[in-house]
């Protein structure tokens, strides 16, 4: 399809979910998954982590990459609330696939090889929602961040099949 003249610079930035402890969860997406954190701004009663991954071969500087923020697509923005970490009352955040909250599913990463980075996933201790040997759908996983939040992991080239167009 060809896109508007007043579309043609329209691209998915970036999508946003918030995180009871930024140590935690910063450490899961960097550590686990190997995204850099290119972002962190601080305000009064909430920090904004943003993290995406490295397409250039460590060759461009963190510098660049923070002015290229919201000039790229799949970027990661952590939210993070200050004091939920150290609130003991404090019940977690909806991750959308449960009520109530149901409505946002997961984020998905692609990986080249499915059973490899589940078998890495495993040594590093994440829990599983799905495993590749679960279900129909034999080809993706879905792991779950510190907060309960989704990460499907697919191939990076997947063939739902029939229903494909």
């Given at each position: 399809m060809t896109r508007s003249t007043e579309t043609v610079s329209f691209q998915f930035n970036h999508t946003m979910i918030r995180v009871k402890d930024p140590k935690v969860s910063l450490k899961f997406y960097t550590e686990v998954l190997g995204m850099e954190?290119?972002?962190?701004?601080?305000?009064?009663d909430f920090t904004l982590y943003f993290l995406a991954f490295d397409h250039s071969n460590g060759q461009k500087s963190l510098e660049e990459k923070k002015a290229e923020r919201t000039n790229r697509e799949g970027v990661l923005e952590l939210t993070h609330n200050h004091g939920t970490e150290n609130d003991p009352n404090f019940q977690g955040y909806a991750s959308g696939n449960s009520d109530p909250g149901r409505g946002f599913g997961h984020i998905a990463i692609s990986v080249d090889d499915v059973e490899k980075a589940c078998e890495r996933f495993e040594t590093l201790g994440v829990t599983f929602k799905k495993r590749p040997s679960d279900g129909k759908m034999r080809h993706i996983a879905f792991i779950l961040d510190p907060d309960g939040y989704w990460i499907e992991i697919v191939p990076t080239r997947l063939n739902l099949g029939k229903g494909e167009a």
């Open positions: 954190l290119i972002s962190e701004n601080a305000f009064s």
